[in-house]
């Protein structure tokens, strides 16, 4: 398991999914939150399955449209660039 691609995107998914927990808790103590913009993006970008389970996990921005479509297409994005280049 030395393919830094497939390690970016297991480790994005990872930290996607416990961001979504923190968020999620922050939420509920009223403190500081995690920008929706750095979720999103890492969502974009390699973490859209994380994004998706820890949405239904943690039952977090589940009525957002946009994090829905945008960890969509970056699950999609993820898969194929996997198949394209491992």
């Known amino acids: 398991m030395r393919n830094p691609v497939l390690i970016y995107f297991i480790l994005a ?45 943690f039952r977090h921005k589940t009525k957002h449209l946009s994090f829905k479509v945008v960890f969509a297409l970056g699950t999609i994005l993820t898969g194929i660039t996997s198949y394209i280049l491992l």
Do not use: C, S, Y
């Open 13 to 57: 998914n990872l930290v996607l999914f416990m961001l979504m927990g923190i968020d999620k808790k922050k939420a509920r103590q009223k403190t500081w939150r995690i920008p929706e913009r750095n979720l999103l993006l890492l969502g974009f970008f390699g973490g859209g399955l994380g994004g998706l389970l820890g949405m239904h996990h």
